[in-house]
C-alpha cells in the first residue's frame, strides 16, 4: 500500500514563477519528511527536511510546509530557475522504523526559460 | 566526504543467474540502507542495518533476496536465481542520522 502519495506525475513552470509540489501520506506514526531530488542516471539528493514538531522550514529558495491534521505536505521552490528541473521525491518516516523512509511515486518538475 | 559508492554500476544477467552488488557506506555512517526502484515508481525500502546487526528484512523481496555487512562498513546484496521481474534499479544509502545520502545506484538487466 502506498503510504506516501504525489499525485501530480508531472509540473511544468516558468522560470522565476514559484513551482508547488504536494505530497499526501497516510500513516500518522510518521515523524520526519523529507524531499529528494534526482536526477538521471543518480541517486536521490536530500533537499530539504521538516520534523512533525514544526509546521515550516526554509532553506534557501526552498520552503517546505507541514499540515499534520490534512497528512499533506507541500514544496515550495521560489525562485524556480531552470535547474531545478528534476524529479522529485516526497519522503516520510518513522523512529520506529530506524528511519527508513518510504517514497511517494515522484512529480516531475520541468522549469522553462 | 567521498559519498555512498556502489558497484558495479550496471550488470547485465541471465535469468537463473546469481547476482551480487556492493555498497561501500560514507565512513561515519553506521547505518545503511538497501532501497529498490522500478520504472515510474519512487524507491522501494528492502532492508536496513546499524552497524552490523540487520535490523530490518522483512521487507526483502522474497528469500531469494538478502544482504549482509559483516563488519559494519561495506554491504552486499544477493539476488539468487534471478528473475526477468527483478530487472531494476538497487539503491544504497547511508547515514548517521536522518537525512539518507544516497550512492548512484546498480542497474541490474534481467535477460
Known amino acids: 500500500d502506498q503510504q506516501v502519495k504525489q499525485n501530480s506525475p508531472s509540473l511544468s513552470v516558468q522560470e522565476g514563477r514559484i513551482s508547488i509540489l504536494n505530497c499526501d501520506y497516510t500513516n500518522s506514526m510518521f515523524d520526519y519528511f523529507l524531499w529528494y531530488k534526482k536526477y538521471p542516471a543518480e541517486g536521490p539528493t536530500f533537499l530539504i527536511s521538516?520534523?512533525?514538531?514544526?509546521d515550516k522550514n526554509e532553506d534557501g529558495r526552498f520552503t517546505v510546509f507541514l499540515n499534520k491534521s490534512a497528512k499533506h505536505l507541500s514544496l515550495h521552490i521560489v525562485p524556480s530557475q531552470p535547474g531545478d528541473s528534476a524529479v522529485y521525491f516526497c519522503?516520510?518516516?518513522?523512529?520506529?522504523?530506524?528511519?527508513?523512509?518510504?517514497f511517494g511515486k515522484g512529480t516531475s518538475l520541468l522549469v522553462t526559460p | 566526504d567521498t559519498g555512498v559508492s556502489q558497484d558495479p554500476r550496471h550488470k547485465i544477467t541471465k535469468r537463473g543467474q546469481n547476482v551480487t552488488f556492493r555498497c561501500d557506506p560514507i565512513?561515519?555512517?553506521?547505518?545503511l540502507y538497501w532501497y529498490r526502484q522500478t520504472l515510474g515508481q519512487g524507491p522501494e525500502f528492502l532492508t536496513y542495518?546499524?552497524?552490523?546487526?540487520?535490523?530490518?528484512k522483512s521487507r526483502l523481496l522474497s528469500d531469494r533476496f538478502s544482504a549482509e555487512r559483516p563488519k559494519g562498513s561495506f554491504s552486499t546484496l544477493e539476488i539468487q536465481r534471478t528473475e526477468q521481474g527483478d530487472s531494476a534499479m538497487y539503491l544504497c544509502a547511508s547515514s548517521s542520522d536522518s537525512p539518507l545520502h544516497f550512492g548512484n545506484g546498480t542497474r541490474l538487466t534481467v535477460t
Open positions: 521538516i520534523s512533525s514538531i514544526k
Open positions: 519522503a516520510a518516516s518513522a523512529f520506529q522504523s530506524g528511519y527508513a523512509l518510504n
Open positions: 542495518f546499524q552497524n552490523e546487526a540487520q535490523l530490518e
Open positions: 565512513s561515519e555512517h553506521n547505518r
